[in-house]
T-cell receptor
């Protein structure tokens, strides 16, 4: 099992450019999440998908869109990147049985200049 | 509403000594509680969880956590620290009544530094 995979690992964008961060999980989890991690800010939830076909806003959704392509894949899109979106982005998934502990991908380090 | 606090930004301990990383929580009912570890340039990794039952929960890499309902705490412990335990540790809480969203609240993280 690969667990949760993310691509790319690193990306540099110029202000105004767009890009899509890809995430896939092979654990048959229903729920998937996108977080950003910034120094001193901890983890902040951008969007989540409780199940295939549904998506909802988290704490910091502005400037982002998501697509739950199927049960395995959950992508995050930046339509017009801004320097404030420089961050490390993590995708996670969780089962919807039991406590629902989350399993995280390795992250994408994004720099917007 | 649910919240979690990690009162220490950094914990320093000598190798071989016991370590404690503190976490307190607030949730309306009985909580689900989690600890995660993040090594440099890696994603968060699930360590252990408390759902119900025994207040002492054992997890990966020799870590354990003690649930204390009266003090609303869930401190992470290890009897003998290793230099390789140096990492960022996150506590998280979830209200089981949150239904299908399964959204936890994370603490800000505590940096554990184990000195040789």
């Amino acid at each position: 099992n690969a667990g949760v995979t993310q691509t790319p690992k690193f990306q540099v964008l110029k202000t105004g450019q767009s890009m899509t961060l890809q995430c896939a999980q092979d654990m048959n989890h229903n729920s998937m999440y996108w977080y950003r991690q910034d120094p001193g800010m901890g983890l902040r939830l951008i969007y989540y998908s409780a199940s295939e076909g549904t998506t909802d806003k988290g704490e910091v959704p502005n400037g982002y869109n998501v697509s739950r392509l199927n049960k395995r894949e959950f992508s995050l899109r930046l339509e017009s990147a801004a320097p404030s979106q420089t961050s490390v982005y993590f995708c996670a998934s969780s089962p919807t049985q039991g406590a629902g502990e989350q399993y995280f991908g390795p992250g994408t380090r994004l720099t917007v200049t | 509403a649910q919240s979690v606090a990690q009162p220490e930004d950094q914990v320093n301990v000598a190798e071989g000594n016991p370590l404690t990383v503190k976490c307190t929580y607030s949730v309306s009912g009985n909580p689900y509680l989690f600890w995660y570890v993040q090594y440099p340039n890696r994603g968060l990794q699930f360590l252990l969880k408390y759902i119900t039952g025994d207040n002492l929960v054992k997890g990966s890499y020799g870590f354990e956590a003690e649930f204390n309902k009266s003090q609303t705490s869930f401190h992470l412990k290890k009897p003998s620290a290793l230099v390789s335990d140096s990492a960022l540790y996150f506590c998280a809480v979830r209200d089981p009544r949150s239904g299908g969203s399964y959204i936890p609240t994370f603490g800000r993280g505590t940096s554990l530094i184990v000195h040789p």
